[in-house]
């Protein structure tokens, strides 16, 4: 099995393969459970400019940003180069990681649990 770490968009989720088949339901599902989400401390120079302007104009703002490195394989990329995120249970897995939990424990204060 290979994993791939990038920060921003990995590659196989840019790169579509059109000759490549679909993967089956339980590669699917094998796949989700081995996706993590590592924070990366730092956020770039666009989302610090973001968060200033949100506290000039939102005087009462919360915004949290933190940037995450995918550690994917080769079915998630599939399904990811396709925009089809949710059929690969993309969002219940970064929403569940405990890389989310680590990197903005402030989402889960008083939280037994799930967002």
Not at 48 to 65: D, P
Not at 84 to 97: I, Q, T, V
Request: negative net charge; aromatic residues 10%; charged residues 25%.
């Amino acid at each position: 099995m290979e994993f791939h770490r990038s920060v921003g968009v990995a590659d196989s989720w840019k790169d579509i393969d059109w000759d490549a088949r679909r993967p089956s339901l339980q590669e699917a599902i094998d796949s989700a459970r081995r996706l993590r989400f590592v924070y990366q401390p730092h956020i770039g120079d666009a989302c610090q400019v973001l968060l200033a302007r949100l506290h000039e104009t939102h005087v009462n703002c919360g915004a949290l940003t933190a940037t995450f490195a995918v550690q994917d394989d080769a079915t998630s990329g599939w399904f990811a180069s396709r925009n089809r995120f949710d059929e690969l249970g993309l969002f219940d897995a970064f929403l569940g990681s405990p890389g989310l939990r680590d990197a903005l424990p402030q989402l889960f204060e008083g939280d037994s649990g799930g967002l």
